[in-house]
């Protein structure tokens, strides 16, 4: 394992998890695992990416579809959605119903492209104001999330949240950014409007994906009272 830089290869990747190397290819394929960097026609893995899909689990079933996460979203934070039709709402509460917290996380985990970058900490402010803050991010910045997710606030110097495909090129450009496994500056690609601004709904999705045990558990309290509302 390379710890130092954060990337361990497929072939230690497929052992960590369990799985052959060709399954691997598919999880990097289907969004489930991070692809730090390319050695020439060597893909490094995102070892905590490794290690968040070793703590989640694999099960089967595809990531929902981009229209579906939107759909979601709409309906754990406002209880209705007009993404979708109303045959296929029905179904989609009806399918949320049945769904523990942990398969709701896997089933959304498709909702942006990770990648992860290294800022100077004089930069860190205007990466900040150029995403939509979600995780820890969200939490550090707004103290009525904090408190609704019963979670203190810090003072971390790292920056996590969305940003659309073309302002993640400008961001990246004016701000220096370099990519980095363990950097401090998670840039979460998505065209998904939804995702584009601080949801709570959203910061539990992925707070139930941290490696903090503290922040997964509220992000998974969360999204257990949402669906529990919702059903």
Known sequence: MSAQNGTISTGEAAELLGVSMRQVQRLVSSGSLTVAETVGRVQLIDAESVQRLRRQGLRRGRPWSMT?????????????????????????????????????????????????FRAAESFLGRVREGVAATGATAIDSDAALAREFGLAQGARVAVDGYVDNSSAIRLIRRCHLSADAQGNVTLRLTDLGSLLETNPVTVALDLSESLDSRERRSGLDYLRKRLKELS
């Open 68 to 116: 579906t996460v939107a759909a979601v979203i709409d309906l754990l934070a406002e209880g209705t959605t007009e993404r979708v039709s109303t045959v296929q709402r029905a179904r989609l509460r009806e399918r949320l119903a049945g769904l523990s917290a942990e398969d709701l996380v896997r089933a959304m985990r498709c909702r942006a492209d990770v990648r992860r």
